[in-house]
């Protein structure tokens, strides 16, 4: 217990703070993707899931951990994975966006986190699971991309490695812009940890590290998975409610508690800890966001974290289909928020400068 | 001439949309004042404003997430 506790929080504040310092904000990542035509932060999250891979196989290898991938309901994990892109636009961050600006002190996230965390439960072992169980016995099939093609998973591994290092060298090529930064008034560590802009292939490489971390020191504790936001979320609310600790008390519960921890001692650090409160209207779809998101991400079985970083790196369909649809699901819904009412308001502007001058 | 944009308590993207918005509208060399206290602006606004060719004449944290950036269109 001493041990899940301990290793739990560590890993989660590193990730935390990691993810505090380094504007590690993968929602803003897939919208900007769309808006901007900008793919930084999708690069950086290849970055992570590469090196992730190549150190957790290499483990797996060894025979230090192990892995099953397991099977893959799909129609429920493009959907669920579709519904949870919606979610994290509308809540203003992922399931661990949420959590570390939670740290940061963002009202806002509280109550997307409210939402998130019940319908997760409500998924997991509440009223919807029958909702659940229906979408997930449709069409499933075996979920390890090598198993499928019956080859060893390295070659994939390689061809991961080599998109990654093409698209990074592609990156820094780029003609620089300077982008102007505030005034330093700290100096060596101090300034390097809570001053200093992070690279956001640093902290990828970062990201990717505390990932394969996270694979031995859960499986030390009886829980074989790596990192994961959206069960140990759940079984936080379970374990609260229930009481029952041999159920829900897991590795992953101090794991996202280790998270809020992390990021709060990051923003707290470096100035950037203020309790702030949303307006009415993002409080509502804040909450809203969070409902999305735990239905989304309990039927795709993972979050941008556990689909996106965790099981694209183990190199199963479930990971890369569910990285995709969320994707998807946060254009669609950037659409929505963002383009449309930029291009509505261009129409009113022209319709009245034609009544005027006509 | 100076503009001020208030974005304060607003959560990201919008801060950066609001600015984008009203920087359309001001004349070459206004200056728009954009208080924040959203932590992912330190980043995404003055990335925008280098990138668009706007120069920034002042950046400084004013208190606990708490920050002014003026931006100078081209």
Redesign the interface.
């Known amino acids: 217990m001493g041990q899940m506790i301990f290793t739990g929080l560590l890993c989660g504040a590193l990730l935390g703070f990691v993810l ?1 310092r380094g ?1 590690f ?1 993968l929602t ?1 990542g897939f ?1 900007d993707m769309y ?1 901007a035509k900008d793919n930084r932060m999708f690069n950086a999250l290849l970055i992570a899931i590469a090196i992730q891979s190549v150190g957790v196989f290499t483990l797996i290898q060894t025979g230090a951990i192990e892995f099953n991938a397991g099977q893959i309901p799909w129609i429920s994990t493009i959907v669920g994975a579709y519904v949870f892109g919606i979610g994290i636009v509308l809540a ?1 961050g992922c399931a661990t966006g949420t959590w570390y600006r939670a740290g ?3 009202i ?1 996230s509280w109550i997307a986190l409210a939402g998130y965390m019940l319908t997760s439960a409500m998924m997991k072992t509440g009223a919807l699971v029958p909702f659940n169980d229906s979408l997930k016995k449709y069409a499933v099939t075996n979920n390890s991309i090598p198993d499928t093609f019956g080859i060893s998973v390295w070659p994939f591994i390689l061809l991961l490695v080599l998109i990654v290092l093409f698209v990074v060298v592609r990156q820094l090529r780029k003609p620089k ?7 330093a008034k700290r100096k060596g560590l101090n300034h390097l940890l809570f001053e200093k ?1 992070w690279h956001p292939f640093l902290t990828a490489i970062l990201v990717g590290l505390i990932a394969i971390l996270a694979w031995p020191l859960s499986e030390a504790t009886g829980r074989n998975s790596g990192l994961g936001i959206t069960t140990p979320t759940a079984n936080l609310l379970q374990y609260l409610v229930t009481g029952d600790k041999t159920k829900y008390l897991n590795w992953g519960v101090f794991l996202v508690l280790g998270i809020l921890l992390g990021s709060f001692i990051a ?1 707290k650090g470096s ?4 309790f ?4 009415a209207g ?1 409080a509502v779809s804040s909450f809203i966001g969070g409902v999305l998101m735990g239905v989304g991400a309990s039927l795709a079985s993972g979050c941008t974290i556990g689909n996106g970083l965790v099981m694209t790196a183990m190199m199963t369909w479930q990971g890369w289909v569910a990285l995709l649809f969320m994707i998807l699901g946060t254009w669609t819904a950037s659409y929505f928020i ?1 383009v449309r009412p ?1 291009v509505k308001a261009g129409k009113q502007q022209a319709v009245a400068y034609q009544t005027t001058t006509a | 001439m100076k503009h001020k944009l208030p974005v304060l308590g607003m959560v990201c993207p919008f801060p950066l949309i609001e600015a984008q918005k009203a920087m359309e509208s001001l004349n070459s060399g206004d200056e728009l004042v954009i208080d924040f206290d959203c932590t992912q602006a330190t980043e995404s606004i003055p990335r925008w404003a280098a990138e668009a060719g706007h120069s920034i004449t002042n950046y400084e944290q004013l208190g606990d997430a708490s920050w002014t950036i003026t931006i100078q269109k081209k």
Request: net charge positive.
């Open positions: 505090q504007r904000c803003g919208r808006l203003g940061e002190g963002l806002g812009v300077k982008i102007p930064s505030l005034p802009r923003a100035r950037e800890f203020r702030r409160v949303p307006d993002t963002f930029r």
